[in-house]
């Protein structure tokens, strides 16, 4: 495996030049050009604001920054896995005739949208200065906890690249999983707490199995990605449900942060080291 980053070292600045091609083609001849990154999550989230704090009840305290802070890094992972299942049988007529390092093609779609994600937060931030402004800051996101943000785009990265290599390169010879992965990531939205909390499948649990259960629902690792944000980006809040319950914020989930990491670099190492045992059969596909 180490040949192989070496040799993907050497051929860094065609990944960045296809980085660059990734960026261009997408917003070919748009006006609003990047800014259509940012129109869909941010409608999604107006709506879902709109359905759960007017017709649902919910009172959770600023709902929508809770919301767009876990949909953001969810939209970059189904975005990133979906480009890049696609992204070596549709060039297979290239690497079919020019040698160059095969997992360079997923990498540059996983790169080419981690570029808009950190875009995507940046105007998070701004969105983040005005709401909190309005109040004098109070409870204000921007404190100590930001430092915390490189560790986990790190580990999203991580996950994200792994399931990159292992689909693109299974969908050459199985085309089947283009389709599963599109069903796995619609379903896993409703797996992942975007539009609710942790803390309410935390409430719902009962029983002697409750804690094991929260833990195995944590074992998804992109409902850990997306509470590590909301607790890196966000003052912890209390969540308000219907009836007037309200929840109390849990601590940060340092043990099942731990378990994501593992299985997210996992991940990484088992997928990069499928697509190598594939990549030299992909030119036998007729």
Not at 103 to 129: D, K, M, Q, R, T
Not at 257 to 286: A, D
């Given at each position: 495996?180490l040949s192989?980053?070496?040799?993907?070292?050497r051929?860094?600045e065609?990944?960045?030049?296809?980085?660059?091609?990734e960026l261009?083609?997408r917003?070919k001849?748009?006006?609003?050009?990047?800014f259509?990154?940012?129109?869909?999550?941010l409608v999604?989230?107006?709506?879902?604001t709109?359905?759960?704090?007017v017709?649902?009840?919910?009172?959770?305290?600023?709902?929508s920054?809770?919301?767009?802070?876990a949909?953001l890094?969810?939209?970059?992972?189904?975005q990133?896995?979906?480009?890049?299942?696609?992204?070596?049988?549709?060039?297979?007529?290239?690497?079919?005739?020019?040698?160059f390092?095969?997992e360079?093609l997923p990498?540059?779609?996983v790169?080419?949208?981690?570029?808009?994600?950190?875009?995507?937060?940046l105007?998070f931030?701004?969105?983040?200065f005005v709401m909190y402004?309005k109040?004098?800051?109070?409870?204000?996101p921007?404190t100590?906890?930001?430092a915390?943000?490189?560790v986990?785009?790190?580990?999203t990265?991580?996950?994200?690249?792994?399931?990159?290599?292992?689909?693109?390169?299974l969908n050459?010879?199985?085309?089947d999983?283009?389709?599963?992965?599109?069903?796995?990531?619609?379903?896993?939205?409703?797996?992942?707490?975007?539009?609710y909390?942790?803390e309410?499948?935390?409430?719902?649990?009962k029983?002697?199995?409750a804690?094991?259960?929260?833990?195995?629902?944590?074992?998804?690792?992109?409902?850990?990605l997306?509470?590590?944000y909301?607790?890196?980006?966000l003052?912890?809040?209390q969540?308000?449900?219907?009836?007037?319950e309200v929840?109390?914020?849990?601590?940060?989930?340092?043990?099942?942060?731990?378990?994501?990491v593992?299985?997210?670099?996992?991940?990484?190492?088992?997928g990069y080291?499928?697509f190598?045992?594939?990549?030299?059969?992909?030119v036998?596909r007729?």
């Amino acid at each position: 495996m180490l040949s192989e980053l070496k040799e993907l070292w050497r051929f860094r600045e065609l990944l960045a030049a296809m980085v660059e091609r990734e960026l261009k083609i997408r917003y070919k001849n748009s006006v609003l050009g990047f800014f259509w990154s940012l129109l869909i999550p941010l409608v999604t989230v107006a709506v879902m604001t709109v359905v759960f704090k007017v017709f649902l009840k919910n009172g959770t305290p600023n709902f929508s920054a809770y919301v767009l802070a876990a949909y953001l890094p969810f939209l970059f992972v189904n975005q990133a896995i979906l480009d890049s299942a696609q992204s070596v049988i549709v060039s297979l007529p290239v690497v079919k005739k020019v040698y160059f390092p095969r997992e360079i093609l997923p990498l540059a779609s996983v790169i080419s949208n981690f570029i808009h994600l950190i875009l995507s937060l940046l105007v998070f931030f701004g969105y983040l200065f005005v709401m909190y402004g309005k109040s004098g800051f109070i409870d204000s996101p921007f404190t100590w906890r930001i430092a915390f943000l490189p560790v986990v785009l790190v580990q999203t990265f991580a996950f994200s690249c792994g399931a990159a290599f292992l689909i693109s390169a299974l969908n050459v010879f199985y085309e089947d999983v283009k389709y599963v992965v599109s069903v796995m990531l619609y379903l896993l939205f409703f797996l992942t707490p975007v539009m609710y909390f942790s803390e309410q499948v935390r409430a719902g649990l009962k029983g002697a199995t409750a804690d094991l259960m929260f833990n195995l629902y944590h074992l998804n690792p992109v409902a850990m990605l997306v509470t590590s944000y909301r607790r890196t980006l966000l003052p912890p809040t209390q969540v308000h449900v219907g009836d007037g319950e309200v929840l109390q914020p849990l601590p940060f989930l340092w043990p099942q942060f731990w378990m994501s990491v593992v299985v997210c670099f996992g991940l990484l190492v088992f997928g990069y080291w499928v697509f190598n045992r594939m990549k030299w059969r992909f030119v036998e596909r007729p």
